[in-house]
């Protein structure tokens, strides 16, 4: 039996009054909380922008999404695609994957777009991240 899937992707800004290494924290917080509601997705970070994708339940990322929106450590959070789809995870085995980048392009360019054509973009991507 396939599994439904609330996908969600945003991007956001590292609030100027935070920290960079605070994204350490970020991701061992994900993890943690991620794994307790089986969520998985990645975040990708760039030494200023954010942008993530998690899947899971739609009762679990709806509460998730709640709790980043407010997170004081990043500013103008921006929903690009939200939907609900059967099928596989994209990161089946990854809680939270994390990918910094040292060029701000692939961000740029994910951050740029929305709907399907931001989703689409991250899946072009994929095989090309070096996450962990």
């Given at each position: 039996?396939?599994q439904e899937?609330q ?5 956001s800004?590292?609030d100027?009054?935070?920290?960079v290494?605070?994204?350490a ?5 994900a ?8 969520i998985t997705?990645v975040?990708?970070f760039d030494?200023?922008?954010?942008a993530?994708y998690?899947?899971g339940?739609?009762?679990k990322?709806?509460l998730l ?14 929903e690009q695609y939200?939907a609900l789809r059967?099928?596989k995870?994209?990161f089946?085995?990854?809680?939270m994957?994390?990918?910094h980048?040292e060029?701000t ?5 994910i ?6 054509l931001?989703?689409k973009?991250l899946e072009?991507m994929?095989?090309?991240l070096?996450?962990?």
């Open positions: 039996m396939k899937l996908c969600f992707l945003y991007h800004e590292l100027c009054a935070a920290k290494n605070c994204v924290d970020i991701v061992k917080e993890r943690s909380f991620n794994e307790l509601h089986e997705g975040l990708m030494g200023h922008r954010f993530q998690i899947e339940s739609p009762e990322i709806e999404v709640s709790k980043l929106a407010k997170d004081p450590r990043h500013t103008n959070f921006t939200i059967s099928g995870r994209l089946p085995n990854w809680f994957a994390y990918v980048f060029d392009d692939p961000l740029a360019v951050t740029s777009l929305k709907g399907e931001a989703l973009k072009e994929l095989p090309e070096d996450y962990a």
